[in-house]
């Protein structure tokens, strides 16, 4: 089945697009995801939350990152997990996007999934309504990531201006340099876990 998710970041493009890259920290923003640790150059080992109606299951597969496009701000993801108990299994290959949206950010995922066990008797509508609410909360959850980042280097900031003499709310020194924000190298999360619909247990 294929299934298409939005939603709507309050971050600009290029942060949004970084934090994804970072998988240890993206990893986090993402209900009832674990990141086991990296395998090879390209690929993550992690265990994710799948709850659609009363049945429940832990899925533990590995995501590979096919394709990365920083300049399109694109990537290309597959991956593969089964039920820890083993009450199925899932397949996914993942398109994703993050566009320019006048509020900030817009991720568009695109997942073409192929799942047995359980889940199946729900059909794409069960699974796409989950799926569409835990991007929401993965979404929320990167925007407060990167408020914090903000927040620490205008903190940062503060501190190094006061430390030379300088007045907060007075003119920075006319050799300082422009404060940014961390880079976030690595390559990139989970975003399997929010096109399959993950635990809706919100973070």
Do not use: W
Request: glycine letters at 14%; aromatic letters at 4%.
């Amino acid at each position: 089945m294929k299934i298409d998710n939005n939603a709507l970041v309050r971050a600009e493009p290029q942060e949004v697009f970084a934090l994804i890259n970072d998988v240890e920290r993206v990893a986090s923003c993402l209900p009832g995801a674990e990141l086991l640790g990296r395998e090879g150059e390209d690929a993550y080992r992690g265990r994710v939350g799948l709850r659609v109606g009363p049945i429940g299951a832990s899925f533990e597969g590995v995501l590979r990152f096919v394709e990365v496009d920083e300049a399109a701000r694109t990537m290309h993801l597959v991956g593969r997990g089964s039920d820890v108990k083993g009450n199925g299994d899932a397949e996914a290959d993942v398109r994703l996007a993050v566009v320019e949206h006048p509020e900030g950010s817009q991720l568009q995922i695109t997942t073409d999934l192929n799942i047995r066990g359980k889940f199946v008797q729900f059909g794409k509508g069960a699974i796409a309504s989950v799926s569409n609410k835990i991007l929401g909360q993965f979404a929320a959850n990167m925007a407060a990531l990167l408020d914090e980042d903000e927040a620490t280097a205008a903190s940062g900031a503060t501190e190094a201006t006061s430390a030379v003499g300088v007045p907060v709310g007075g003119d920075a020194p006319t050799t300082g340099g422009a404060v940014t924000r961390p880079s976030r190298g690595g390559a990139s999360p989970s975003s399997l876990g929010v096109s399959t619909g993950l635990d809706d247990a919100s973070r």
